[in-house]
């Protein structure tokens, strides 16, 4: 069945350093790779999404890379700030998916100061 | 311009009961999907209305209903409520069916 696996499910960095977030995907007709993060008590925010026809896409200290072959996904966020701790989560959609994003289970970032 | 509404924005109901919950979209958007997030995990999809119809549907049982209305917005209604529907819901907005997603505030349903 369709299933969306996110890993670590808890990140802990150093204000400065890098963190990455990986993800994989079961159905090979996902095309559309969003990333959403989430403050405590808050909305889901989009953050930055890619689809299938493009292999990274980078916005600033964010960048996504996707790789359809082996069907997994990854989140890099540089230079992190203490901003940035939150809840991070992975989805995948598609055209044949009735419009449902599928989530990972999530990645709590926390950045220490 | 505002961005996805929800209400209430907290509710609790006891086991049995019945609950309708509000959204409104971005304007210009004809897309909205509802998904329950349990704490600690990733929202689940439970509906995608699109021009008024239903478009997909998760894995969610037939207590669980929706509709769109003519200027888009939307309710979910669950009947029969039990312990377990306790969670978020959210509404996402949508400018078609396969384009990017944008979240409510949601809405805390505690069902006693």
Same mark, same amino acid.
């Given at each position: 069945?369709?299933?969306?696996?996110?890993?670590?499910? @808890?990140?802990?960095?150093?204000?400065?350093?890098?963190?990455?977030?990986?993800? @994989? &995907?079961?159905?090979?007709?996902?095309? &559309?790779?969003?990333? &959403?993060?989430?403050?405590?008590? =808050?909305?889901?925010?989009?953050?930055?999404?890619?689809?299938?026809?493009?292999?990274? =896409?980078?916005?600033?200290?964010?960048?996504?890379?996707?790789? =359809?072959?082996?069907?997994?996904?990854?989140?890099?966020?540089?230079?992190?700030?203490?901003?940035?701790?939150?809840?991070?989560?992975?989805?995948?959609?598609?055209?044949?998916?009735?419009? =449902?994003?599928?989530?990972?289970?999530?990645?709590?970032?926390?950045?220490?100061? | +311009?505002?961005?996805?509404?929800?209400?209430?924005?907290?509710?609790?109901?006891?086991?049995?009961?019945?609950?309708? %919950?509000? *959204?409104?979209?971005?304007?210009?958007?004809? #897309?909205?999907?509802?998904?329950?997030?349990? $704490?600690?995990?990733?929202?689940?999809?439970?509906?995608?209305?699109?021009?008024?119809?239903?478009?997909?549907?998760? /894995?969610?049982? +037939?207590?669980?209903?929706?509709?769109?209305?003519?200027?888009? #917005? #939307?309710? %979910? /209604?669950?009947?029969?409520?039990? %312990?377990?529907? #306790?969670?978020?819901?959210? *509404?996402?907005?949508?400018? +078609?069916?396969? /384009?990017?997603?944008?979240?409510?505030?949601?809405?805390?349903?505690?069902? $006693?």
């Amino acid at each position: 069945g369709e299933n969306v696996e996110q890993h670590p499910s @808890t990140l802990s960095v150093q204000e400065g350093d890098s963190a990455v977030i990986k993800c @994989t &995907y079961s159905d090979s007709a996902s095309n &559309y790779f969003p990333w &959403y993060k989430q403050e405590l008590g =808050k909305r889901p925010q989009l953050i930055i999404d890619i689809r299938s026809n493009v292999g990274e =896409k980078k916005d600033q200290r964010i960048a996504v890379t996707l790789n =359809k072959t082996a069907k997994h996904f990854s989140l890099h966020i540089t230079e992190t700030q203490p901003e940035d701790s939150a809840v991070y989560f992975c989805a995948t959609g598609g055209y044949n998916q009735g419009g =449902k994003l599928i989530f990972g289970q999530g990645t709590e970032l926390s950045v220490k100061p | +311009d505002a961005g996805v509404t929800q209400s209430p924005t907290h509710l609790i109901k006891t086991r049995g009961q019945h609950v309708t %919950l509000r *959204c409104s979209p971005i304007s210009g958007h004809k #897309s909205v999907s509802w998904y329950q997030q349990v $704490l600690g995990q990733g929202p689940q999809f439970i509906f995608q209305y699109y021009e008024k119809e239903e478009r997909g549907r998760g /894995n969610f049982p +037939d207590r669980f209903s929706a509709r769109q209305f003519p200027n888009y #917005s #939307s309710e %979910l /209604n669950v009947n029969a409520l039990l %312990l377990g529907d #306790s969670a978020l819901y959210l *509404c996402a907005s949508s400018n +078609d069916r396969h /384009n990017e997603q944008f979240f409510g505030p949601g809405t805390r349903l505690t069902v $006693l």
